[in-house]
């Protein structure tokens, strides 16, 4: 057993009927036991199938969804092509419907040093019937290819709705395995919540922009029916002065749009939406963040649109996390902390999810706000407003896992484990969601972690999490 919160003397503080859900606090702190294998990850091959060109002159490839609007009436699709620019089109129809409609969308190229794009294309559909099959048709013109998706219930509090979650992906073995074991989750998870680090191009030479291209290709089986709810990482930035190529997050910014104009913010960097029961909002780490910055006077805003008679689950996606004990970017969210963790607790966020630490961990309900520089007051306490902490930057990036952590386990932390895997976030209603954690060694069903979620807004005080 590891040290934790000198439980008795707690106890003693506070009154009698909350001795039972603090018991509860100070029985948390877990670090699993599971040893993985020690293999390294290393990236596929380029002749991978995973990566394969599909055939025909200027198909369509790289294909992938998000949602295109605040409320989830609208799809951005994207795609590239290769040879030329082809079409902007996008043919789409219900599928109960005869009648293909066609929208516009625009297309871009961008140079990395020497690196030249294809043709990127980007097209938003709107109005679309909430939770219905759509079909897609994208190269029109030349090589064109079918897909599918499905619109979310409409926005509700009620809406039982499945988000699965990864972060750190990359395009190892285990980025496959990874991507593999969320697809075959007998949970399905129908729209994924993306935390940030997506292809690690910039670990490559000259941050070899082709590995952006391979990336695209192998997420496609998965991107093209469902959503990726993305969220910018370091990876990301691909800042590379010294070869020229000064303009922070050109490549993910050229290849991934996002609808941030609708939730009213000037930067696709950060923004929000609601989809079916739940308000998520999408922090930039590596942009700027301090009082006063765009970023922070938009979440002021956004923070007071949430309305949880209508979207009753409020989650916020960020990429380096708030809480991690492991000794791998140890205390690199603290300066974003310190800023935005008392409205998290104000505006009773149910869950942060972040990536970056590659590894699994989760944290009690806590906040540390009370510090003022003179009081001490400078330790996480049990905290029934806050939210709960969760990295999942364990998707089977090229650079491993992260195991060491710090010891003793901080009394805050209430599971960890170094191990490859993805998350499930399962809402039932408004007061209640199931969240679980696959490890890519066990079979497709298996849970290495879960855990209730009881919504902050509408769940009865007693209960704890
Ligand atoms: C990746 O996973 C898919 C689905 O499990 C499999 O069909 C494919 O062969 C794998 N590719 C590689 C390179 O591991
Ligand atoms: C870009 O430059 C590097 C280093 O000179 C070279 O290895 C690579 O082949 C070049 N790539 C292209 C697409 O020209
Ligand atoms: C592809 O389609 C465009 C527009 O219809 C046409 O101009 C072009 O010649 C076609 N290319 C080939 C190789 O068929
Ligand atoms: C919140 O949403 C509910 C349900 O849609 C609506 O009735 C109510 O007017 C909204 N509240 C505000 C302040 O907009
Ligand atoms: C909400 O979901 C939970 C878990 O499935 C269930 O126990 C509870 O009865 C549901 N609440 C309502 C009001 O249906
Ligand atoms: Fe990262």
């Not at 294909?63 to 089109?89: A, F, R």
Request: charged share 20%; glycine share 8%.
């Amino acid at each position: 057993m590891v040290a934790r919160w000198d439980c008795a003397s707690f106890a003693l503080v506070i009154v009698v009927g909350l001795i039972f859900s603090v018991a509860e606090v100070c029985n948390g702190g877990r670090t699993s036991s599971f040893v993985r294998n020690d293999q390294l990850s290393h990236d596929m091959p380029l002749d991978s199938d995973v990566f394969r060109i599909p055939p025909g002159y200027n198909a369509p490839q790289q294909v992938h969804i998000t949602q295109g609007d605040y409320l989830g009436k609208g799809v951005i699709v994207s795609w590239v092509t290769p040879d030329e620019p082809g079409s902007n089109l996008v043919l789409y129809w219900g599928e109960n419907s005869e009648l293909k409609r066609q929208a516009e969308g625009i297309v871009l190229t961008y140079k990395y040093f020497n690196y030249t794009s294809g043709y990127i294309h980007h097209c938003t559909i709107t109005n679309l019937e909430s939770d219905t099959k759509y079909y897609y048709e994208v190269g029109i013109g030349n090589t064109s290819r079918e897909f599918w998706f499905r619109t979310p219930p409409q926005v509700g509090p009620d809406v039982p709705y499945t988000f699965g979650l990864i972060g750190d992906l990359g395009q190892t073995h285990d980025s496959n395995r990874t991507l593999t074991h969320y697809e075959l989750n007998p949970e399905k998870g129908q729209t994924l919540l993306f935390v940030g680090d997506l292809s690690y191009a910039d670990a490559y030479p000259l941050h070899d922009n082709s590995r952006w291209d391979t990336w695209g290709r192998f997420i496609e089986r998965n991107a093209a029916y469902q959503p990726w709810i993305w969220t910018a990482g370091n990876h990301e930035i691909d800042f590379l002065p010294e070869i020229g190529e000064d303009i922070p997050f050109k490549p993910y910014l050229h290849r991934y749009h996002v609808p941030y104009k609708a939730s009213g913010s000037t930067s696709p960097l950060w923004y929000s939406i609601k989809r079916a029961s739940a308000h998520i909002i999408v922090m930039s780490s590596y942009a700027a963040y301090a009082i006063y910055t765009p970023q922070y006077k938009w979440l002021q805003k956004e923070f007071q649109k949430v309305n949880r008679t209508e979207t009753s689950w409020l989650i916020v996606l960020m990429h380096c996390p708030f809480y991690s004990s492991y000794v791998h970017h140890y205390m690199e969210g603290e300066s974003m902390r310190v800023i935005y963790e008392p409205w998290f607790v104000q505006h009773k966020v149910d869950v942060v999810f972040a990536g970056h630490v590659h590894a699994y961990e989760r944290s009690d309900r806590i906040s540390n706000i009370a510090y003022n520089v003179v009081n001490g007051l400078c330790t996480p306490i049990s905290d029934l407003s806050a939210p709960v902490y969760i990295t999942i930057g364990d998707g089977g990036n090229l650079e491993g896992l992260v195991t060491e952590m710090t010891e003793p386990q901080p009394s805050y932390s209430a599971f960890r484990e170094a191990s490859f895997g993805h998350g499930i976030f399962d809402i039932k209603n408004r007061t209640h969601a199931y969240f679980s954690w696959h490890r890519n060694q066990d079979g497709y069903a298996v849970e290495a972690d879960s855990l209730w979620f009881h919504n902050r807004y509408w769940s009865v005080s007693e209960d704890y999490m």
